[in-house]
């Protein structure tokens, strides 16, 4: 079974400043998927990022970008230029190549100071 | 383009009440439809997925269960509700084809309470 672990239960930045949130996952899978979603105070989730394991390249989506290190199985998201609205929850989520079940890790709480 | 409803929004159950939680998708046929729920400050737990009318796996045992009459609608109901089923209940979807990117994008969300 696959496994998502977020070791930052809470982490705050100041306003315009880069942030990092840690995510790692544990899978003897070799193509999978990966996910940062935003979840906030409105509790709606919001895809954020996607990368998939067969691709090098890191994925990147305006001012967020991850760092994808798949022998060492961690997935972090940078926030770049923090904003106000970037406070939220952030949960990491890992998904196989058939795409039938997304499991979550714990999440972060981000609060993003002004 | 593709949306997903569900409803309703907010409610108050008491103990030992039914429940039914309805979800639709729209602009999609044949969808992977999801429930998962979330507890107070945690983070998300699969309750049921299908892959078609009338498919339903159950992730957790307990006395919830869900049902897909039709193509695009899922429905979450328990017969006798518990304290402990109070959380927010989230129904999710994804077109179910590598193509798409595995991608799951999540309804509005249910809040229950059950006192």
């Known amino acids: 079974a696959q496994t998502v672990t977020q070791s930052q239960p809470e982490m705050s930045v100041q306003e315009a400043e880069t942030v990092t949130l840690s995510c790692t996952y544990d899978?003897?899978?070799?193509?999978?998927?990966l996910f940062w979603y935003k979840q906030p105070p409105s509790r709606q989730m919001i895809l954020v990022i996607r990368?998939?394991?067969?691709?090098?390249q890191n994925a990147t989506e305006n001012r967020f970008s991850v760092n994808f290190q798949k022998a060492a199985k961690s997935f972090s998201l940078k926030i770049s230029d923090s904003q106000l609205g970037d406070t939220a929850m952030y949960f990491c989520?890992?998904?196989?190549?058939?795409?039938?079940?997304?499991?979550f890790g714990g999440g972060t709480r981000l609060m993003v100071k002004p | 383009s593709q949306t997903i409803h569900q409803w309703p929004a907010t409610l108050v159950q008491p103990v030992g009440s039914p429940l039914s939680l309805e979800c639709t998708v729209e602009?999609?046929?044949?969808?992977?439809l999801y429930w998962y729920r979330q507890a107070a400050g945690r983070g998300l737990q699969l309750l049921f997925y299908?892959?078609?009318?009338?498919?339903i796996s159950s992730e957790v045992p307990q006395n919830l269960s869900a049902s897909r009459p039709q193509d695009r609608q899922f429905i979450l109901s328990s017969k006798k509700l518990l304290l402990s089923d109070s959380g927010f209940y989230l129904c999710?979807?994804?077109?179910?084809?590598?193509?798409?990117?595995?991608?799951?994008?999540f309804g509005e969300g249910s809040w229950l309470t059950v006192v």
């Open positions: 989520a890992f998904t196989d190549n058939a795409g039938n079940m997304l499991t």
């Open positions: 990368q998939e394991a067969y691709k090098q």
């Open positions: 999710a979807w994804n077109p179910g084809h590598p193509s798409s990117g595995n991608t799951i994008y």
């Open positions: 299908s892959v078609g009318i009338g498919q």
């Open positions: 602009g999609t046929s044949n969808p992977n």
């Open positions: 899978t003897s899978e070799n193509n999978y998927y």
